[in-house]
């Protein structure tokens, strides 16, 4: 059974910083591409950071290129978001997900999905 399981969202002042953590199992985590997605009320869960297999290859949404960074940890079956400077606009539910290949961009790419974490960014 493949669990990905989320932690590290809270509440914090806008310019303030959160790492997120996932931590999976029940997959072999160092053969796929792990991502970050972020979801609001209403909205679609949107693309914000992917990692290949080694950890090497890294893309992230223009709206957190030079602010978040994701990376991983193969011993350690964990993949992590650095989320710095935050914004208000920031704010959502943030999943982790396992694409089950080498990369992958698209949400529906991704096979498997953790339950969320909040992050909120106040003003």
């Known amino acids: 059974q493949v669990q990905l399981v989320e932690s590290g969202g809270g509440l914090v002042q806008a310019g303030g910083s959160l790492r997120l953590s996932c931590a999976v199992s029940?997959?072999?985590?160092?053969?796929?591409?792990m991502g970050w997605f972020r979801q609001t009320p209403g909205q679609e869960r949107e693309f914000v950071a992917a990692?290949?297999?080694?950890?090497?290859?890294?893309y992230y949404a223009n709206s957190v290129k030079g602010r978040f960074t994701i990376s991983r940890d193969n011993a350690k079956n964990t993949v992590y978001l650095q989320m710095n400077t935050l914004k208000p606009e920031d704010s959502a539910v943030y999943y982790c997900?396992?694409?089950?290949?080498?990369?992958?961009?698209?949400?529906?790419?991704?096979?498997?999905w953790g339950q969320g974490t909040q992050v909120t960014v106040s003003a």
């Open positions: 990692v290949g297999t080694s950890g090497a290859v890294r």
């Open positions: 029940g997959l072999t985590f160092s053969s796929t591409a």
């Open positions: 997900a396992a694409a089950g290949a080498a990369m992958a961009l698209r949400r529906n790419d991704y096979k498997y």
